[in-house]
């Protein structure tokens, strides 16, 4: 019996026996990067995690802050030689450390307020709407009413000023094509996924089933999202719920799908802008889980006078923007200073502006853009679709 006996049976125990001791995940991984010492990455992690389940060693404090300064941004299972989703294991790792009482006290609150406000930052639902102050349209009107199409933004872009734009700019898309959609407003809470990060896995799908009731009582068949990591977790929450793999309910799409298949299908027409050179940030989960490298790309493409270069790290080898895996709040620190990592890879690129599509990217790029001192204007690909919309009559639309 050891201190992580909640990792037994996961079939993940075996992980550190498997490893081939090869490197290739500690020479990728942003923590091991910044901080330079074999503990911090995650070989060194995972023949720790050996010795604790061997009984060679105690479960302890040092342990658990290595464990948990970690973005969880899948870099390393994507380079591993003997295939080990060890992302995964981390996050079960942690389960088994939250069951013991041990998770970081910042995680504990973050959790906390997620099970308890159905967010994480103790905001509630009475701030779930703030979002939208300054549209110019009912947003009132779409509120928990029946239509095919839902939009789900993700507590980061309900409830971060600086985010709002992202919602903003997605209900000026939806509008303008035409769609019949619906939100659920404040009664939206969080997809769970700090919970599968912090640890806390049991409470994780009480929180999906409520928004999961709320669409199916809507009617709904599909849902566009301004967060790759609230698609990858819903349906794992949900098997793990019911013990089976499941078949899933909902047609998911990230903005970048979304916006593609409107322009494909003429519902959303681009008017010339004059010749911005943009980088592509693929955040990890879209790039390395959900596989959505394509579809961000050519929506940029077909911006007339928008040119995206890609930087060296891009697409599956995409590096991380710091702000994963409740990294951030774990530790502020480290989290910032592989932001700032990220930044410097954008730095070198002949880019005025970085394009995204998830929320914690930009919130972190942007944060690193003033910690470094570096110019660079930082976008949601959902905020340059937006303002690059041609209005109905021909002219440019703001
Ligand atoms: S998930 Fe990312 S940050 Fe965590 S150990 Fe793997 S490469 Fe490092
Ligand atoms: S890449 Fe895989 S096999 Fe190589 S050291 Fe890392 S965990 Fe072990």
Redesign the pocket.
């Known amino acids: 019996m050891t201190n992580l006996k909640n990792l037994e049976g996961t079939g993940h125990e075996t992980y550190p026996y498997i490893c081939a001791s090869c490197g290739n995940?500690t020479m990728?991984?942003?923590?091991?990067r910044l901080l330079r010492w074999e503990s911090y990455?995650?070989r060194g992690r995972l023949q720790i995690t050996k010795e604790i389940l061997e009984g060679d060693r105690k479960l302890d404090d040092e342990y658990v802050r290595k464990l948990y300064l970690?973005?969880?941004?899948?870099?390393?299972s994507q380079v591993c030689t003997t295939s080990l989703r060890?992302?995964r294991f981390?996050e079960l790792t942690r389960a088994a450390v939250w069951d013991e009482g041990m998770a970081p006290t910042p995680v504990k609150y973050t959790c906390k307020s997620v099970v308890d406000h159905g967010d994480p930052f103790f905001m509630g639902s009475a701030s779930r709407m703030v979002w939208s102050e300054g549209l110019d349209i009912d947003i009132e009107e779409r509120v928990r009413v029946p239509a095919k199409t839902a939009y789900f933004l993700g507590c980061n872009t309900a409830l971060k000023p600086r985010l709002h734009g992202i919602a903003q700019s997605m209900i000026k898309i939806l509008e303008y094509a035409g769609v019949d959609y619906t939100i659920l407003g404040e009664k939206e809470v969080c997809c769970g996924a700090p919970l599968i990060w912090g640890g806390d896995r049991k409470s994780a799908p009480k929180l999906v089933e409520k928004n999961l009731n709320l669409l199916r009582e809507l009617g709904v068949e599909r849902i566009i999202f301004s967060c790759p990591s609230c698609i990858q977790h819903w349906p794992i929450t949900f098997q793990e719920a019911a013990g089976a793999p499941i078949k899933r309910e909902f047609e998911h799409k990230t903005a970048s799908q979304f916006i593609r298949d409107l322009n494909s299908r003429k519902m959303l027409k681009f008017e010339y802008q004059p010749n911005i050179t943009v980088t592509y940030q693929d955040p990890c989960i879209s790039a390395r889980r959900l596989n959505i490298v394509s579809e961000p790309r050519e929506v940029i493409e077909r911006i007339p006078g928008v040119y995206n270069i890609d930087m060296l790290h891009s697409k599956s080898d995409t590096r991380?923007c710091g702000a994963h895996g409740l990294l951030n709040v774990a530790d502020p620190l480290v989290s910032s200073q592989i932001s700032e990592m990220r930044l410097r890879d954008i730095s070198v690129m002949p880019a005025s502006r970085v394009i995204t599509e998830c929320p914690r990217c930009v919130q972190a790029l942007d944060l690193a853009t003033q910690t470094i001192n570096y110019k660079v204007q930082v976008q949601d690909i959902t905020e340059l679709v937006a303002s690059s919309l041609k209005d109905k009559e021909g002219s440019h639309s703001e």
């Open positions: 995940c990728v991984c942003p923590t091991f990455g995650p970690c973005n969880l941004c899948e870099h390393c060890l992302d981390w991380c």
